[in-house]
């Protein structure tokens, strides 16, 4: 599969909770502010009677923390993957775009690029798109999806955003990366798939090719530019 990459060109798009980050911050602040609530949300969400989209509207909107709060308290509990500084810088290097396809909260996924990104890094980043939230003075006052179709249990569709961004790219292959649920939908939209945690299974009971990864240093191993 990599000999496709040798003469063609390529981006990268990345989910960004548990795969750039060690953790999923959506989920470290919920457990801080609204423990009970995410927990009842999350059994009905694995248990199949919530979709994503519903789940994350009820979480989020009313959520109790100011905007200065929730910055404060997205940066104490974030903490890079291992390797991810390196691995942007190697994209920028090579002019390889990545962007950032993500179901968590604008406002902390930024908050933790600009503090724990290096500058070389950032620059390899061409784009995100995940839910925004609108804060008032003391709490988040309405979630916005990236995809307002509300017929999709999403709210954003990965692998049809990515090969949007690939046409964009003069047709140019896509290599997704992802470790969760929502990352499922890169499933059958991409050209190469690096998994890990929950994407694993997900990818081998559909019976697509991919490869494992526990932190972004294996990625570098087996790149395909390099």
């Not at 909770?17 to 602040?29: A, C, F, K, P, Q």
């Not at 509207?57 to 200065?68: A, D, R």
């Not at 810088?89 to 996924?109: F, M, Q, R, T």
Request: proline share 4%; charged share 20%; glycine share 6%.
């Amino acid at each position: 599969m990599t000999k496709i990459f040798h003469s063609t060109p390529f981006i990268v798009v990345t989910d960004f909770d548990g795969t750039l980050t060690e953790r999923d911050i959506g989920n470290e602040l919920s457990m801080i502010y609204r423990p009970q609530l995410f927990k009842d949300l999350h059994a009905s969400y694995s248990a199949g009677n919530l979709r994503l989209r519903e789940f994350q509207q009820q979480l989020w909107t009313g959520f109790p923390c100011s905007k200065e709060e929730f910055i404060h308290a997205s940066l104490k509990a974030a903490s890079l993957r291992p390797g991810v500084n390196e691995f942007l810088e190697l994209c920028a290097h090579k002019n390889i775009p990545v962007y950032v396809a993500s179901c968590g909260i604008d406002l902390y996924i930024t908050s933790v690029i600009d503090r724990f990104m290096s500058k070389f890094a950032q620059a390899a980043i061409k784009g995100l798109k995940s839910n925004t939230a609108e804060f008032n003075e003391k709490s988040i006052s309405s979630l916005i999806p990236p995809d307002q179709d509300n017929s999709q249990a999403e709210p954003l569709h990965k692998g049809r955003w990515a090969q949007e961004l690939a046409q964009k790219h003069n047709g140019a292959k896509i290599i997704a990366i992802g470790n969760g649920g929502s990352d499922k939908t890169f499933l059958h939209h991409v050209d190469m798939i690096y998994a890990t945690e929950k994407l694993i299974k997900t990818c081998e009971n559909a019976q697509v090719e991919f490869k494992p990864f526990h932190n972004f240093f294996d990625i570098l191993k087996t790149w395909p530019l390099t």
